[in-house]
């Protein structure tokens, strides 16, 4: 008596069809997100943050939302209030969005929440409340690693981020701007306190930021 072997029957054309069609939806998808963080010059952005995102330490003007703006022709809204703590800013942050429907947020918060020695934990959640409100504004958001504040590390030049941003990051796939902020206050001389960049230091704060934007394809 013979015993057939079981085989595995091949993929039918129809499965083989509609694999290929799902690759398709997802390559056009992937494309049309990538068409849709291209900011054209006028593109209002919200420049979202503390004391840092106004300017503190340096003239008027000097500020990195200013010479975000000159650098690429986006109209940004300087929204930084010194001392402002991410608790705090997510109350008011809303109206902004109302107000100036951004298609762009970039937030700056956490320092202040540092100083006051706020847990990470509580920090994190705010920041990602902010996140989730700019989304639902159907606007783009983007963080800004902040370092926390170390004065031994700061006197060696060694400051580093909070690791709560890149955990936000990964988690809410939200682009990360990174090391700019920390290697700008590990330096004496583009600082103008412990906690401010001087217009050098904003200088390079706006370059450093404006590279990562062009390169995660804004």
């Known amino acids: 008596m013979f015993v057939l072997a079981a085989t595995r029957p091949p993929l039918s054309f129809l499965g083989l069809l509609l694999s290929l069609c799902f690759c ?9 997100a990538a ?18 995102t106004h300017g503190t330490g340096a003239a008027p003007g000097q500020d990195y939302p200013t010479l975000l703006a000159s650098s690429t022709g986006w109209k940004v809204i300087n929204a930084g209030v010194p001392g402002d703590t991410a608790r705090a800013a997510k109350q008011r942050l809303g ?11 970039i937030i700056e918060l956490g320092g202040n ?12 959640e705010d ?17 800004v690693a902040v370092p926390r504040l170390s004065l031994l590390r700061a006197s060696v030049g060694a400051l580093s981020d909070a ?6 990051a990964e988690e809410e796939s939200v ?21 401010h ?12 930021l404006l590279k990562q934007l062009r390169n995660s394809g804004f």
């Open 24 to 32: 398709a939806v997802l390559s056009a998808c992937a494309d049309k």
């Open 35 to 52: 068409q849709g963080q291209r900011l054209s010059a006028g593109a209002v952005v919200l420049a979202f943050g503390d004391s840092v």
């Open 95 to 105: 109206a902004l969005l109302a107000e100036h429907q951004p298609e762009m947020v």
């Open 113 to 124: 929440d540092f100083l006051r020695r706020r847990q990470a934990s509580a920090v994190k």
């Open 127 to 143: 920041l990602r409340d902010m996140v989730q409100q700019v989304r639902r504004a159907q606007s783009i958001p983007v963080l």
């Open 163 to 168: 690791s709560l941003y890149a955990e936000l």
């Open 175 to 195: 682009v990360l701007l990174d090391t700019v902020f920390s290697e700008v206050l590990s330096r004496d001389e583009l600082r103008a306190d412990q906690v």
């Open 197 to 208: 960049p001087n217009a050098e230091g904003y200088r390079r704060l706006s370059a450093g």
